[in-house]
């Protein structure tokens, strides 16, 4: 009677908007692993001797492990013989000191992408460590922050010019054994974000990076640390786009965040990596680790993000409550549409007394896609009338997707207190309907109800990230209608 | 520009079904400019569903006949397209959408509305100015402008955000489907007193009713009595009355005999 299923075909076949490759000339190792390879990062990074031991370390642990197979994703074998562990703009042997310096190219990408650079750190005022296939090219309001004490920088910049710092806290939250993933991390790692926010200081302005893969087969293995000391605050904000291509591309990165006493971390994540055709070729793999530990009394560690990309996903930013009264949040929106594949979750280990936690996890699957909340909440003997609240919503778009909960919980302590809600439901014909018949698209409408389900997720992140995170969530969603 | 007695609907002969089942068995009707129907009948009859195809609901198989809008062919009208030419359908059911701010769809309604006609869209403070004086006049709260679409509202509360609705879309034909049932006494005069501030030449109402309360005090210009999924009777307002008196059976006996 309408032209809606076309439409919605149509809208389907819509190609992923940010597909495209800048041509820079890498300087690139060739495919394959080895201790020679590992060596050879460390060596091309000029890092201290206790860096290489460490990366060596982990590649000796990951040649005894073997990829993990519980998650609800399938995929074929990944040839890790195969892929190219470091490549780096052309002029990353002296790095640019302003914008000025920054390849003219690489700032048309981030034009392209929708994020003037320079123009978005100088109205926001928000620093943007921008990193550029695994090395750092541009870093912005560094004055501010250095007038300030945080330091925030490259990783490499890190290693360099904080090196104790580094070889306080790398490693500490995410061992380099944790899991294969991490352990590959730890030995290839190129680069990444080092934040340091000194006792008592309030970080005077949110961080944010934007991460991007661009050379082709080359997997990105990105490093995080965030440290907060004593009282201090700090927001971190991480988007992501990728180029298109037809190769799956693996992505492996590890963050680790640590809160001292009384400190707090957000750190809030947008992730819109290619996630393959409609027919399910290409897309990134991201395989990530992303851990932080409330190490001192009173800290508290918030995990906000919005997963819309990735042929597969398998996440779970977690929180470890070590210490006294401390709190963990995780607030997720995972969206997997055509066939992507999303095995997301958290997990929450209360190890400290009268520590709380908090999740709230909103899946939307649509197309073929399979969507997992996987949440682990651990109540250690020691953890004293600890607290937490689990909330699992499922929204499922068309009868061809399919949404799984696997919650788990493990209580040792007598006295906690553990809560789990639990929602499946489908974009009802009846609320679709109901938005038509008052004049609005089927496209808005589907953002709306969406946007609705998705709410409270969407109140925790920045401002200007929830706009974006509203905008992403529409491109991704255009057209499922089921 | 629109007169009294231009017709705005034109139903000939349309029948409908749903899940292999007909439901609607060859209708006939027409709608002036100016004019309020009322469609009376008995539970199963056809009239929602009569309510739903001219909406353009998915769910229903148009098998024969046509409907005209203002000359248009409705049937070959999306949903969208037929509410942003001015047809409005107050529901029977509303339906929640959580997280949805109420006032934020119908915004978005009337934008669709206006940039479907050309017109410049409507700001958030004009917005808000004018949908705050449709509330007063509905006798609604302002906590109406921070709730979610019909989320947790009672039945009465999600009738009267109908009205609401209609009255900022300001549409040329309204279909009113059961807005009455569920509304206790006083409620059903505050909904009436909304139905009839929209009466005007240019427009015209179709009231799906069950009961002759409504039509106390919304008085119509014809009634017809729906069954089997056909219009048996037809009649000015007196013809309301005697149903109710006599029942349904009275009109069913009288077409068979």
């Given at each position: 009677m309408s032209s809606k299923s076309q439409d919605v075909e149509a809208l389907i076949a819509q190609k992923y908007r940010h597909g495209f490759v800048t041509d820079i000339e890498s300087d690139s190792l060739p495919p394959g692993l080895d201790e020679g390879v590992v060596a050879a990062i460390s060596r091309k990074k000029h890092e201290p001797q206790f860096l290489l031991d460490w990366r060596l370390k982990a590649f000796r642990h990951w040649q005894t492990m073997r990829e993990p197979a519980w998650a609800q994703v399938h995929y074929k074998p990944i040839d890790y013989q195969d892929i190219s562990y470091y490549s780096a703009p052309r002029a990353s042997s002296d790095a640019p000191k302003s914008l000025d310096e920054v390849d003219p190219k690489l700032l048309a990408t981030y034009a392209k992408l929708g994020i003037p650079l320079h123009e978005r750190a100088r109205l926001a005022g928000v620093a943007v460590d921008a990193v550029f296939d695994s090395v750092s090219v541009a870093t912005t309001f560094k004055e501010k922050l250095a007038k300030a004490g945080v330091i925030f920088c490259s990783f490499s910049d890190a290693v360099r010019n904080h090196p104790k710092l580094v070889e306080q806290y790398l490693g500490t939250v995410v061992p380099t054994g944790d899991n294969f993933f991490a352990a590959l991390n730890s030995a290839v790692f190129s680069d990444g974000s080092f934040v340091y926010v000194p006792a008592g200081v309030r970080c005077p302005m949110e961080l944010s990076t934007y991460f991007r893969i661009n050379a082709a087969k080359t997997g990105q293995?990105?490093?995080?640390?965030?440290?907060?000391?004593?009282?201090?605050?700090?927001?971190?904000?991480?988007?992501?786009?990728?180029?298109?291509?037809?190769?799956?591309?693996?992505?492996?990165?590890?963050?680790?965040?640590?809160?001292?006493?009384?400190?707090?971390?957000?750190?809030?994540?947008?992730?819109?990596?290619?996630?393959?055709?409609?027919?399910?070729?290409?897309?990134?793999?991201?395989?990530?680790?992303?851990?932080?530990?409330?190490?001192?009394?009173?800290?508290?560690?918030?995990?906000?993000?919005?997963?819309?990309?990735?042929?597969?996903?398998?996440?779970?930013?977690?929180?470890?409550?070590?210490?006294?009264?401390?709190?963990?949040?995780?607030?997720?929106?995972?969206?997997?549409?055509?066939?992507?594949?999303?095995?997301?979750?958290?997990?929450?280990?209360?190890?400290?007394?009268?520590?709380?936690?908090?999740?709230?996890?909103?899946?939307?699957?649509?197309?073929?896609?399979?969507?997992?909340?996987?949440?682990?909440?651990?109540?250690?003997?020691?953890?004293?009338?600890?607290?937490?609240?689990?909330?699992?919503?499922?929204?499922?778009?068309?009868?061809?997707?399919?949404?799984?909960?696997?919650?788990?919980?493990?209580?040792?302590?007598?006295?906690?207190?553990?809560?789990?809600?639990?929602?499946?439901?489908?974009?009802?014909?009846?609320?679709l309907f109901y938005c038509l018949q008052r004049g609005i698209s089927a496209e808005d409408a589907v953002n709306m109800i969406v946007s609705g389900f998705c709410k409270v997720v969407f109140k925790e992140l920045p401002m200007e990230f929830a706009v974006e995170a509203q905008n992403l969530l529409s491109v991704s969603l255009e057209g499922a209608v089921g | 520009m629109y007169f009294w007695g231009r017709e705005l609907l034109n139903i000939v002969n349309l029948s409908a079904r749903v899940a292999g089942k007909t439901i609607l068995n060859g209708i006939d009707l027409s709608v002036n400019a100016g004019e309020v129907h009322a469609i009376m009948g008995p539970n199963g009859s056809g009239k929602s569903t009569l309510a739903q195809v001219l909406a353009g609901r998915e769910d229903y198989d148009v098998t024969g006949g046509s409907a005209k809008f203002e000359g248009r062919d409705l049937l070959a009208m999306a949903p969208e397209e037929r509410a942003r030419a001015g047809l409005f359908l107050g529901f029977q059911y509303p339906v929640e959408i959580p997280g949805v701010n109420n006032v934020y769809l119908l915004k978005a309604a009337l934008n669709a509305k206006r940039k479907a006609a050309g017109e410049p869209e409507v700001d958030a403070y004009e917005f808000l100015a004018l949908i705050k004086q449709k509330?007063?006049?509905?006798?609604?709260?302002?906590?109406?402008?921070?709730?979610?679409?019909?989320?947790?509202?009672?039945?009465?509360?999600?009738?009267?955000?109908?009205?609401?609705?209609?009255?900022?879309?300001?549409?040329?034909?309204?279909?009113?489907?059961?807005?009455?049932?569920?509304?206790?006494?006083?409620?059903?005069?505050?909904?009436?007193?909304?139905?009839?501030?929209?009466?005007?030449?240019?427009?015209?109402?179709?009231?799906?009713?069950?009961?002759?309360?409504?039509?106390?005090?919304?008085?119509?210009?014809?009634?017809?009595?729906?069954?089997?999924?056909?219009?048996?009777?037809?009649?000015?307002?007196?013809?309301?009355?005697?149903?109710?008196?006599?029942?349904?059976?009275?009109?069913?006996g009288s077409s068979t005999a």
């Open positions: 293995f990105e490093r995080t640390l965030i440290v907060a000391a004593e009282g201090a605050a700090v927001s971190y904000l991480e988007g992501c786009t990728a180029p298109m291509r037809d190769e799956n591309q693996l992505h492996a990165a590890v963050v680790e965040l640590v809160a001292l006493d009384d400190a707090q971390i957000k750190y809030s994540t947008v992730q819109n990596w290619y996630p393959g055709d409609e027919n399910g070729i290409g897309g990134i793999y991201n395989f990530v680790t992303k851990r932080g530990e409330c190490r001192g009394r009173n800290s508290k560690i918030s995990w906000t993000q919005v997963e819309t990309g990735s042929a597969i996903t398998w996440k779970y930013p977690s929180c470890v409550l070590k210490g006294d009264n401390s709190v963990g949040e995780f607030y997720s929106v995972a969206v997997a549409n055509h066939y992507q594949q999303a095995d997301t979750g958290t997990k929450m280990i209360h190890i400290g007394r009268n520590t709380r936690s908090t999740i709230v996890s909103k899946g939307i699957s649509a197309g073929r896609a399979q969507n997992t909340y996987r949440g682990l909440v651990k109540i250690a003997q020691s953890a004293e009338g600890a607290r937490n609240f689990t909330q699992c919503d499922s929204l499922l778009m068309g009868g061809r997707c399919a949404a799984h909960t696997f919650p788990y919980m493990e209580v040792k302590n007598p006295t906690a207190t553990v809560e789990h809600e639990a929602s499946t439901s489908k974009i009802g014909e009846d609320q | 509330m007063k006049f509905m006798g609604m709260s302002e906590s109406f402008l921070t709730r979610g679409v019909n989320e947790g509202f009672s039945g009465g509360e999600k009738k009267r955000n109908e009205i609401l609705q209609m009255l900022v879309l300001e549409p040329r034909l309204a279909i009113l489907d059961e807005t009455d049932s569920g509304l206790d006494i006083d409620a059903l005069k505050i909904v009436a007193k909304g139905i009839n501030s929209l009466r005007d030449p240019a427009r015209a109402i179709v009231l799906v009713t069950h009961y002759q309360r409504l039509l106390d005090y919304i008085v119509p210009d014809q009634v017809h009595v729906l069954s089997g999924g056909r219009i048996l009777k037809s009649g000015d307002k007196s013809l309301a009355l005697e149903l109710e008196n006599r029942g349904y059976d009275w009109v069913q």
